[in-house]
């Protein structure tokens, strides 16, 4: 193999396209397959499909290198020597388990093509078994071939620094070989003393959902505790500034809100649970259920308190809610917890309308029924409650006695507690947030 491999990435959605223009910004020659060919387009012209800070500008200038290529045919990677896995692994239709036919239909779609001594790299997250599966299925149908895992941690929003610049890389292989190859891959990373596991195929699959669901964890565990400060009468945002401090917890991911969303948490701890089930271990996993029960309860508390701000019947008012994406510096709507609230209101007769930096076309396909504005004055306007549900800087930024003008009553909930809660109420603002009683 020698000096930089050549590399392939199969599945060019969120993760695919990143991984492909980082690995190109690297020096290495890069083939990205999709079986969609408007994305391959699309990709191939330097554009991206979806929203992510920094990618655009990045794959644009990869492309123009000629080191990277995307195509829909898959016979394209039999020169390759390291391909990815990064397709996506969706939450079934008739359970919690993990959907693998796009993992399995993508192994099998390489194997034909895969030449001698060539790496098979998975990425996506997959339930623990998977990769041991697949490697077995290569060794029929490729046996001059090899499978790793090595999984991704990318946060929407930073994902290219997450790519170039990770905290660490984790490796799952079964040989001294794979695990060379994987090092000449990352040389460049691994120059810049990113720690480095190898693990065994299982541990490998099982670092990503330990790491979502410990942090799903912290995110429903604040919440628990802005439910108990709801109870006493104390305030939520003291009490996690205060317990942040012991660097044992650490401040991040302690904000209390209408909690966790996107297209990894909820999801991988659901699959998580069902695996554990598969496994004869479901009750060491308990526990996620009630933290996916406090997460979405979050959301119905937000319902609860606009019904009881406003009243019971909603028909008569219009609700103005900032934020659609499940987390700000993205355009991701999956299982988003402000637009699942803003749904939930337009059910109750509300008259909801909506703003999002970047994601009202992605909220506009999947709610075509909603009301959404481009600009936070037009949404505000004769607003009888404000909604802060996605943390956007554009929200921390703006001025309650400008937005005061516009609205027919000045009442704000902010579900976040991101806004200044002193600036608004001088401002003559009725102001609400979860976890903070007055």
């Given at each position: 193999m020698g000096m930089n491999p050549t590399l392939s990435v199969i599945g060019c959605g969120y993760l695919g396209a990143t991984h492909a223009a980082c690995m190109s910004s690297l020096g290495f020659t890069v083939i990205g397959v999709d079986t969609d060919p408007e994305k391959v387009a699309m990709l191939?012209?330097?554009?991206?499909?979806?929203?992510?800070?920094?990618?655009?500008?990045?794959?644009?200038q990869e492309i123009k290198t000629g080191r990277l290529t995307f195509t829909t045919d898959f016979s394209a990677i039999a020169d390759t020597d390291v391909h990815f896995i990064c397709v996506g692994t969706p939450q079934s239709?008739?359970?919690?388990?993990?959907?693998?036919?796009?993992?399995?239909?993508?192994?099998?779609?390489?194997?034909?093509?895969?030449?001698?001594?060539?790496l098979v790299v998975g990425k996506s997250t997959v339930p623990v078994g998977t990769a041991q599966g697949l490697r077995d299925?290569?060794?029929?149908?490729?046996?001059?071939?090899?499978?790793a895992w090595n999984p991704e941690f990318l946060r929407?929003?930073?994902?290219?620094?997450?790519?170039?610049?990770?905290?660490?890389?984790?490796?799952?292989?079964?040989?001294?070989?794979?695990?060379?190859?994987?090092?000449?891959?990352?040389?460049?990373?691994?120059?810049?003393?990113?720690?480095?596991?190898?693990?065994?195929?299982?541990?490998s699959e099982l670092v990503k959902v330990a790491a979502n669901s410990f942090l799903a964890t912290k995110i429903s565990f604040i919440n628990a505790m802005a439910?108990?400060?709801?109870?006493?009468?104390?305030?939520?945002?003291?009490?996690?500034?205060?317990i942040g401090y012991d660097p044992r917890i650490g401040s991040r991911f302690l904000q209390a809100g209408i909690g966790f969303g996107g297209g990894c948490l909820p999801k991988d701890i659901r699959?998580?649970?069902?695996?554990?089930?598969?496994?004869?271990?479901?009750?060491?996993v308990e526990f996620l259920h009630e933290i996916d029960a406090i997460n979405l309860r979050a959301r119905q508390r937000v319902i609860d308190v606009v019904r009881n701000d406003l009243s019971a019947d909603l028909t008569q008012y219009k609700i103005a809610v900032l934020g659609a994406t499940f987390k700000p510096d993205s355009d991701d709507v999956r299982d988003s917890p402000a637009l699942d609230i803003a749904v939930e209101l337009h059910a109750a007769g509300a008259n909801v309308v909506i703003h999002d930096p970047k994601g009202i076309e992605p909220a506009r396909k999947r709610?075509?029924?909603?009301?959404?504005?481009?600009?936070?004055?037009?949404?505000?306007?004769?607003?009888?409650?404000?909604?802060?549900?996605?943390?956007?800087?554009?929200y921390r930024a703006l001025d309650p006695s400008i937005i005061g003008q516009l609205v027919k009553n000045k009442m704000i909930i902010d579900g976040r507690n991101a806004l200044d809660r002193e600036l608004w109420r001088s401002a003559g603002w009725k102001f609400h947030a979860l976890g903070r009683t007055d």
């Open positions: 191939s012209r330097g554009e991206l499909p979806f929203y992510e800070p920094g990618l655009d500008t990045l794959l644009a239709a008739e359970s919690f388990a993990a959907d693998l036919t796009y993992v399995k239909s993508a192994v099998a779609g390489i194997a034909p093509y895969l030449k001698d001594g060539a299925e290569l060794k029929k149908s490729a046996p001059q071939a090899d499978l929407e929003g930073f994902a290219v620094e997450d790519t170039l610049k990770p905290n660490r890389l984790v490796v799952g292989v079964t040989s001294d070989r794979a695990e060379e190859i994987l090092k000449e891959v990352y040389k460049p990373l691994l120059a810049l003393n990113t720690p480095w596991i190898r693990a065994d195929l299982a541990t439910e108990i400060c709801e109870a006493a009468g104390g305030d939520v945002t003291v009490l996690a500034k205060a699959a998580f649970m069902a695996r554990a089930e598969e496994l004869g271990a479901k009750s060491a709610f075509p029924n909603l009301n959404f504005s481009e600009t936070i004055a037009e949404c505000v306007k004769e607003a009888d409650l404000i909604l802060h549900l996605t943390e956007w800087k554009e």
